[in-house]
């Protein structure tokens, strides 16, 4: 575990780079396929987590805006997740509510 802390505020490139590869060979893409990060967690059965799945998909679309290096966007999206996680849980549970906040497209609520 100290290894990893390490890594982060030592090597952040080589971390990021290491994730970067991790999800590519899960959703079977080279440095030409046209996938994105949202794919990663498309192999997973969510069933019961369906909460961990949005809190998955939110740190995909930031890790998406921190590649293109849209750190404003990035920053402002980091402050709506929050906001949306806070509110979940002043709701006791409800995302229909606390999932407007973080500003993204709910991708439980298409499949419904």
């Known amino acids: 575990m100290d290894k990893m802390r390490r890594g982060v505020t030592d090597q952040p490139a080589q971390v990021c780079r290491s994730f970067h590869s991790d999800v590519m060979q899960e959703v079977n893409a080279d440095e ?22 949005k809190v998955h998909f939110q740190y995909m679309e930031l890790t998406e805006l921190m590649d293109a290096s ?37 991708r439980l609520m298409e499949k419904r």
Request: proline share 0%; aromatic share 16%; glycine share 8%.
């Open 70 to 106: 849209r750190m404003r966007e990035e920053h402002a999206q980091v402050g709506q997740n929050s906001k949306s996680i806070h509110q979940r849980f002043l709701l006791r549970g409800n995302w229909e509510l606390a999932g407007n906040f973080c500003g993204l497209q709910d």
């Open 32 to 53: 030409f396929s046209n996938w994105r990060y949202r794919d990663y967690g498309r192999r997973i059965t969510w069933a019961q987590f369906a909460t961990m799945q």
